[in-house]
């Protein structure tokens, strides 16, 4: 399954904290049970979040494991949550 999380940040664009947060970020590609992790800026004018992260699991339940993980909800509370101004998950299968 493809799980997706679109975001916006608190930070100005192109800004040192803006940078910083973007390399922070790329820890949650090394949590166990994440393939395919990648970080993506929005290039059209047609959507409202300007980032996106993706990641792949191998199965629901490797997500839901991802999910309740200490690590991810550690990450969560101590760096998206502050830095994250609004954001949406979507979370997908192929058919």
């Keep these: 399954m493809k799980h997706i999380a679109v975001f916006n940040l608190r930070h100005a664009p192109n800004s040192p904290a803006e940078a910083?947060?973007?390399?922070?970020?790329?820890?949650?590609?090394?949590l166990d049970g994440v393939k395919d992790y990648k970080i993506w800026r929005q290039t059209g004018a047609q959507a409202?979040?300007?980032?996106?992260?993706?990641?792949?699991?191998?199965?629901?339940?490797?997500f839901r494991a991802y999910m309740m993980s200490e690590d991810h909800l550690n990450f969560a509370y101590d760096k998206?949550?502050?830095?994250?101004?609004?954001?949406?998950?979507?979370n997908l299968e192929e058919v």
């Design 20 to 30: 910083e947060f973007l390399r922070t970020i790329e820890y949650l590609g090394t």
């Design 80 to 90: 998206w949550y502050p830095h994250v101004r609004n954001s949406m998950d979507i």
């Design 48 to 62: 409202d979040y300007a980032f996106a992260i993706s990641m792949e699991f191998a199965t629901e339940a490797a």
